[in-house]
């Protein structure tokens, strides 16, 4: 089945720090998000991008589908931004999720 | 509000009992789904359904069961033949199930732990 990796497993900052996120996939998809897990566990939709770049706030993200990644963009970062970030694909019926980037931000 | 309820929040089983953990939805999605969250892993699918009275096993299906008797509910039971049950349940929904452009929307979780 299709492999989603996530790089890199762990990362640390300072607050007003910038930071990018990876996603690497083993096959071609037809759907990708990127999720927020915050450190109550609720799973917070940022993006639905399966091809091109799209922006909210502070958050970006591009996804070059015939290269199979995504990267998720993160600026001026802030300690409410910790917490696990994850990406999904589906390919078919089911959504795989990688096994996401712990995202931790000092004031 | 609009949105995924599950209940309970936390859950603590003894060995050898079922449990059920409950999940609704107001959005008027057709599809729902539970998966399993391990400390420091992604999230795995246990069931899904696509419609009411439908549903289908996941990649970690063996040891849960499910139903989905109205297009709100699909509660999850937790039988006594699963071998590792503590772990982060979530459930979520979703408009269609096939369509590519499918966004899954999360409820809050419910922490199930085995004494």
């Known amino acids: 089945g299709i492999q989603v990796e996530q790089s890199p497993p762990d990362l640390i900052l300072q607050e007003g720090a910038n930071s990018t996120l990876r996603c690497n996939f083993s096959?071609?998809?037809?759907?990708l998000q990127w999720f927020h897990q915050n450190p109550w566990g609720q799973l917070i939709n940022l993006f639905y991008?399966?091809?091109g770049t799209k922006q909210n706030g502070r958050l970006s993200a591009t996804t070059v589908a015939t290269e199979r990644y995504s990267l998720l963009y993160i600026s001026s970062s802030q300690t409410t931004d910790s917490g696990v970030y994850f990406c999904a694909v589906k390919a078919g019926t089911a959504l795989i999720f990688g096994k996401g980037t712990t995202l931790s931000v000092s004031s | 509000d609009g949105g995924i309820t599950q209940s309970p929040k936390y859950l603590f089983r003894k060995e050898g009992q079922n449990v059920t953990l409950s999940c609704e939805q107001n959005?008027?999605?057709?599809?729902m789904y539970w998966y399993r969250q391990d400390p420091g892993q992604g999230l795995r699918l246990i069931y899904y359904?696509?419609?009411?009275?439908?549903?289908q096993k996941g990649d970690i299906a063996e040891g849960y069961s499910v139903s989905r008797e109205k297009k709100e509910s699909f509660p999850l039971t937790v039988t006594s033949a699963q071998k590792n049950p503590t772990a982060f349940y979530l459930c979520a929904s979703s408009k269609r199930h096939q369509t590519s452009t499918d966004t899954q929307y999360f409820g809050p979780g419910t922490r199930l732990t085995v004494l």
């Open positions: 991008i399966p091809s």
């Open positions: 359904s696509q419609i009411v009275n439908d549903f």
């Open positions: 959005l008027n999605h057709d599809a």
């Open positions: 096959d071609s998809v037809n759907n």
